[in-house]
Structure formats: structure tokens, C-alpha cells
């Protein structure tokens, strides 16, 4: 069974919709910098910094510090105890389709 600790630091930190949507452009860009983030945003450049120490904590993404600037970058992996876990009820979507099929395959031979 996969670590529930790992899918709920997953879940929660994706919970917040801010956080997702600079998670998303953290996705979007090689490497981005707090500054880049804030551009636009609506949100103060603490409450980004804020929000990527989440990210990094539940393993999103990953900072490469360069002189004054950090930079972040996404961490694909930290998606895996997500990925694992929603792999699991996969099962029940192939079963469905597989009946959808025959369903239409009945109805339109």
C-alpha cells in the first residue's frame, strides 16, 4: 500500500488554489524565481515564498539558489504517491469502459 502520509502532504498542498496555480507555472517555466511569480499574480512576494516552502516540503518542486536569487523548479516525482494511489482505482474505469463498449457494440453492431 502506498504511504498515506505522502498522498495527504500531496492532496493538501494541492488543496489550496493558489498554491495550485503557482505550482502550475512553476510546471510551465524550466526554473522560475519568486520574483517571477509575483509578477501579476495578486499575491505578495512573502505569500509565494510562503506558498513554495509547501511545495518543496510535500517534494513538488526543488530550489537552486544563484547569488540573490533562488530558483524553483518542478518536481514530477513528488506527483508518484498521487499517481500510485489514483492508479489503483484505474481498475474500475477499464471495467466500465469495457462495459460501454459492449453496450455500443449491442446497441450498433
Known amino acids: 500500500m502506498i504511504e498515506a ?57 526543488a530550489e537552486r539558489p544563484e547569488g540573490r536569487n533562488v530558483y524553483y523548479r518542478a518536481q514530477p516525482e513528488g506527483l508518484a504517491p498521487l499517481a500510485d494511489w489514483m492508479s489503483h482505482y484505474g481498475v474500475f474505469w477499464r471495467e466500465r469502459f469495457a462495459n460501454l463498449k459492449t453496450l455500443l457494440e449491442e446497441i450498433d453492431p
Open 5 to 61: 502520509t505522502a498522498i495527504d502532504a500531496v492532496l493538501r498542498t494541492l488543496a489550496d488554489p493558489t498554491r495550485r496555480a503557482i505550482f502550475e507555472r512553476v510546471v510551465s517555466s524550466d526554473e522560475i524565481t519568486v520574483v517571477e511569480l509575483t509578477r501579476g499574480s495578486g499575491v505578495t512576494q512573502g505569500a509565494i515564498s510562503q506558498h513554495l516552502k509547501s511545495l518543496k516540503q510535500a517534494g513538488l518542486v
